[in-house]
Structure formats: structure tokens, C-alpha cells
Nanobody
Framework: QVQLVESGGGLVQAGDSLRLSCAAS????????MGWFRQAPGKERDFVAG????????LYADSVKGRFTISRDNAKNTIYLQMNRLKPEDTAVYYC?????????????????WGQGTQVTVSS
């Protein structure tokens, strides 16, 4: 069993930055890829970013490339999502997820553990 707890969401203005964190427990964190997804009201859960077991390679959705950065600290069992130049369309609940695979991927079905989510709201 894996427990994932996100934090760092909030209400910001367009152009601002936020850093999300996801603390993991319950299994050997450093062996597995992790990912961030987001879900806006009435929409499907979409891939945002993924990071492989040792930090590389990383993957990003086209909509966030150049603005968001995913990273991990295996010593702290934590991953991060640095979000810069936020836009109103980034507004969503952001979820951290764990996959049993070592390499990052964007397939939501490959992730088998999920956090409870953290709300990010970007005002224009």
C-alpha cells in the first residue's frame, strides 16, 4: 500500500508561481516513476508531468512545457511540481500518482496509487 499526500495548492493570479509537493510512504519510493495529473470541473483527468525513478527522463504535457518543472528527492520520498507563469486554464485539482514502472509515462491507466488532490486556482 502506498500513501500519497499533496500540498501547496492555493489561489494565485495569472503570472504567479506555485510549488506543489507530494509526500509518499508505504513502499520503496525510489524504485518507481511518479506523475502529476490534473482535473478541471467537468473534464477528464489529464497528464501534466512525469518523472522516472532516478529523476530522468521527465515528460511534460505540451500545455505546460517550459512553465512547469517536475523533480524528486528520493531521500525525502517527495516529488515536486514547480509551476511558473500560471494561467487561468491551469485551474484544476492536481493529483500526485505512483506507477509500478521505473520510467515516466503519460498513461493514466498505468498509475495505481493516487493522492487526494490539491486545488490550484488561477485568477485572471
Amino acid at each position: 500500500q502506498v500513501q500519497l499526500v499533496e500540498s501547496g495548492g492555493g489561489l494565485v493570479q495569472a503570472g504567479d508561481s506555485l510549488r506543489l509537493s507530494c509526500a509518499a510512504s508505504g513502499r520503496t519510493f525510489s524504485n518507481y516513476a511518479m506523475g502529476w495529473f490534473r482535473q478541471a470541473p467537468g473534464k477528464e483527468r489529464d497528464f501534466v508531468a512525469g518523472i522516472s525513478w532516478n529523476g530522468a527522463p521527465t515528460l511534460y504535457a505540451d500545455s505546460v512545457k517550459g512553465r512547469f518543472t517536475i523533480s524528486r528527492d528520493n531521500a525525502k520520498n517527495t516529488i515536486y511540481l514547480q509551476m511558473n507563469r500560471l494561467k487561468p486554464e491551469d485551474t484544476a485539482v492536481y493529483y500526485c500518482a505512483s506507477t509500478p514502472n521505473p520510467l515516466a509515462n503519460s498513461n493514466v491507466r498505468s498509475y495505481n496509487y493516487w493522492g487526494q488532490g490539491t486545488q490550484v486556482t488561477v485568477s485572471s
